[in-house]
């Protein structure tokens, strides 16, 4: 069944439905010319701050690929060290130490405090390090692509988000601005029929209740009018507000109702994958990001190789000033090994993450087949309403050109003589109440086939 929506109520909840939008411009789309839908979403593509941000979250993706890879290469440090040993750790030693005759140093002896150190030391070196193996760096090289591609589905999603909300504002501008001219078009016969009226009251071929009652008409015409001429006002700073223009900044449209294309190839069956939504191929790349990470905890439990390297120099002295002394107060150091780390015991630590991984992974299966049942419900219940939507225009456009030449007929009687004045008003409140399911009958079918386009993943290309 057809239900009455008025443009006002269209409007505000459109205009709740949507986030804000930035109102800065660097498009190459020129706005002082009539834009078409394609250059709206073009314009809209390159000044959302919701795209924006998603175009920003892929950066971050890439960085984070380029910070993953870095701890795979070698790793060089260099250091720079001096101390000021203001006061020197005393350290005692046993007696014996310092005698000629061990033999004769007293078993009671006290052990005699020595200072070792110098006042100044400094070091200068190098060291070298580079992974030989480990596990987690290559499931960690796999898990930064796959978030990469994790952002570039995030950004698929907002530009549909977007789409679609410039698409919904797009064609309440035309469908107001149909109405407008239909509102215009009533408002100067009514005024004609208003005059001629008045012309037979003064001749004394009509009474003077019948000049009432269509300046009653003509009243409420005028009202609706201003009314639709100020929502056709609103929706233009709708769309402005969308695709991020201010909204003083003047623009026309292009498109026109009798334009568009209601595809109704789409309410047919056709081949879908599941893929095509952008939130469900989410779920899929987060399954694999939970296997991965699965995968890293169960490589913990295997070796970890490094290799290491260091050179440099060292240096001790009494006196500040030899400490620059480069030539003979510096010596050389240096050594390379291998470091293996063996996990042994860490309280079952990583068995505990294994098993909340595939908890995990378990959730988002369950996750991926609700989100396909809840697709299949959407693109079936998309197909319904656009299919009653169509079905519902088609009639309210025979109804409407029925109305049309019912005003038309009942017109002609009542100048002729032959019809009465509230035959007139009714034929002429049958055509506006036509004219207004008309509109709203168009409007839910442009919405119907933008959301079927939605639930079908095919608005955005």
């Known amino acids: 069944m057809f239900h009455k929506v008025s443009i006002f109520s269209i409007l505000f909840w459109i205009l709740s439905s949507y986030a804000v939008y930035s109102q800065e411009s660097d498009s190459e789309i020129d706005i002082s010319q009539p834009l078409t839908l394609d250059a709206c979403l073009v314009y809209a593509f390159q000044n959302s701050e919701t795209i924006r941000i998603a175009e920003l979250e892929k950066a971050i993706s890439k960085a984070d690929v380029g910070i993953t890879k870095s701890q795979g290469l070698p790793q060089l440090n260099g250091s720079v060290n001096y101390n000021n040993n203001f006061a020197i750790q005393t350290q005692f030693l046993p007696a014996v130490f310092f005698a000629d005759d061990p033999n004769e140093v007293p078993a009671n002896a006290p052990p005699v405090p020595v200072r070792f150190g110098v006042n100044h030391t400094g070091t200068a070196g190098v060291s070298l390090s580079q992974m030989l193996f480990d596990g987690s760096y290559f499931v960690g090289l796999e898990a930064a692509r796959t978030y990469t591609e994790l952002s570039e589905k995030s950004y698929h999603q907002s530009k549909v988000q977007v789409a679609e909300q410039i698409t919904k504002a797009y064609y309440t501008v035309l469908v107001n601005q149909e109405r407008q001219v239909l509102v215009s078009s009533n408002y100067k016969r009514l005024d004609t029929l208003l005059r001629e009226t008045r012309l037979m009251y003064e001749n004394g071929f009509v009474e003077e209740i019948d000049v009432d009652r269509l300046l009653v ?40 109702i009798a334009d568009i294309d209601f595809d109704p190839e789409i309410t047919a069956e056709s081949e879908f994958q599941y893929e095509q939504r952008p939130e469900y191929a989410q779920i899929l790349v987060n399954q694999e990001l939970a296997q991965l990470d699965m995968k890293n905890n169960r490589v913990q439990y295997i070796p970890k190789l490094t290799a290491n390297a260091a050179f440099g120099y060292n240096t001790g002295v009494d006196d500040f000033s030899e400490i620059v002394s480069f030539s003979d107060r510096w010596f050389e150091y240096g050594f390379f090994g291998v470091t293996m780390d063996i996990p042994l015991f860490d309280g079952l630590r990583k068995h505990h993450l294994i098993q909340k991984n595939k908890v995990q992974v378990r959730q988002l299966e369950l996750q991926s087949r609700f989100l396909r049942n809840q697709i299949d419900l959407e693109i079936a219940q998309a197909r319904v309403d656009l299919q009653n939507s169509l079905d ?49 009958a168009l409007y839910n079918a442009l919405i119907a086939k933008v959301d079927l386009k939605k639930a079908l993943g095919i608005l955005v290309e």
């Not at 456009?397 to 030449?405: D, F, K, S, V, W």
């Not at 009542?414 to 399911?437: F, H, K, P």
């Open 217 to 256: 008409q003509y009243n409420n015409s005028k009202v609706e009018q201003e009314n639709i001429s100020r929502v056709t006002e609103l929706s233009y700073y709708l769309l402005k507000f969308q695709m991020g223009i201010p909204v003083e900044q003047e623009i026309t449209l292009s498109g026109n």
């Open 392 to 440: 519902a225009l088609q009639i309210q456009e025979e109804n409407l050109a029925l109305a049309q030449e019912v005003f038309r007929v009942t017109n002609i009687k009542y100048q002729e003589g032959v019809g009465s004045n509230l035959e007139v008003i009714d034929a002429e409140n049958s055509l506006q109440a036509a004219e207004t399911n008309y509109f709203n």
